[in-house]
């Protein structure tokens, strides 16, 4: 039986909070990633990180779950990074080119320092 999603959470700075989902993002898991990552936004952090590390995948809908984040963060002002995607993770991004629309950094340091 697969162990329960998990998102752990951390605020490394004034106004940063990371999320780091732990686990494949599918169907079965985007809707808690959905509840977390809106009640995450509804604070208006300055910036949101989320670091994708501990995804080995992604389907269609943990890509809708992240689209509606990146949405949801832009009306309260809080900039939305993506960063530490596996390749699988990326390649998804890629050929569907949100690559070019959401900020992608190479790891979590990078993306704290923007």
Do not use: N
């Not at 989902?21 to 079965?28: H, S």
């Not at 985007?30 to 910036?47: G, Y």
């Not at 949101?48 to 009306?75: C, F, H, K, N």
Request: hydrophobic share 40%.
């Amino acid at each position: 039986m697969p162990t329960e999603f998990q998102i752990e959470t951390e605020q490394p700075g004034e106004g940063i909070v990371v999320a780091c989902p732990v686990g494949e993002v599918d169907l079965a898991s985007s809707p808690a990633l959905r509840t977390r990552l809106s009640q995450i936004i509804s604070e208006s952090p300055k910036k949101l990180i989320l670091d994708l590390s501990r995804v080995p995948y992604m389907d269609s809908s943990g890509v809708a779950t992240l689209v509606e984040a990146l949405q949801q963060s832009r009306r309260k002002s809080t900039v939305l990074l993506l960063a530490s995607l596996q390749d699988r993770v990326k390649s998804v991004f890629e050929i569907a080119r949100l690559d070019t629309v959401f900020d992608i950094k190479a790891d979590v340091a990078s993306a704290c320092g923007d």
